[in-house]
């Protein structure tokens, strides 16, 4: 069964510091990866996904991820934090028919 | 695009009372759809989901069911609200448009059960 782990339950930066969101994945076959975002009370956002080609994407709001086989890990960052990047982050694996599966999520801090 | 609306967006029911939460979704045809429920500081847990009208797939066992009478609407149901059902409840769609696989999020809605 897939799985996915986000080993930092809570991280906190300062605003223009660089950021790397932490994503270990279990799966048997080439993974769909993906990172929401979720602001308080609301819905998830899709920041970017990866399905295959370029291990680096790149994502809405100058966020990107790198996508490595070998260490089964999609990490997320950004160079530059902005205070409105605090939010929850989630990593995702999914397999076919669209079912995923969810890390525990990371809870971003920027302190001003 | 597809839209995805849900509602109430914040429902508060007392232990034992029943629960309906229904999902819609504009702009695609005959979309999988998915109920996600994401306990306080937790990630998303799948309850259900559905390929087509009637078509209900279960994934944890639970208080909860799930019923599709139409193609582009995804009910949730209890008959008997616990006090574990509070949550955040999501709804999702999955296109299935080619090349991609990626679902898409309602807004939600907060349950809180007293």
């Known amino acids: 069964a897939q799985s996915v782990t986000q080993p930092d339950i809570h991280i906190t930066v300062s605003e223009g510091a660089s950021l790397e969101l932490r994503c270990n994945y279990s799966y048997g076959a080439t993974p769909y990866l993906f990172w929401y975002v979720q602001s308080p009370g609301q819905g998830l956002q899709l920041l970017l996904k990866y399905f295959s080609g370029d291990t680096l994407v790149q994502g809405i709001k100058g966020f990107e991820a790198e996508f490595k086989r070998s260490q089964s890990s999609f990490n997320l960052r950004k160079p530059s934090v902005h205070w409105s990047d605090a939010a929850e982050y989630f990593c995702?694996?999914?397999?076919?028919?669209?079912?995923?599966?969810f890390g525990d999520g990371t809870t971003l801090t920027v302190k001003p | 695009s597809q839209t995805i609306h849900q509602w109430p967006a914040t429902l508060v029911q007392p232990v034992g009372s029943p629960l309906s939460l229904e999902c819609t979704v504009e702009?695609?045809?005959?979309?999988?759809l998915y109920w996600y429920r994401q306990a306080a500081g937790r990630g998303l847990q799948l309850l259900f989901y559905s390929v087509g009208i009637g078509q209900i797939s279960s994934e944890v066992p639970q208080n909860l069911s799930a019923s599709r009478p139409q193609d582009r609407q995804f009910i949730l149901s209890s008959k008997k609200l616990l006090l574990s059902d509070s949550g955040f409840y999501l709804c999702?769609?999955?296109?299935?448009?080619?090349?991609?696989?990626?679902?898409?999020f309602g807004p939600g809605t907060r349950l809180t059960v007293l």
């Open positions: 995702a694996v999914a397999e076919g028919a669209g079912k995923s599966t």
């Open positions: 702009g695609t045809s005959n979309p999988n």
């Open positions: 999702a769609c999955f296109p299935g448009l080619a090349g991609r696989n990626e679902q898409f």
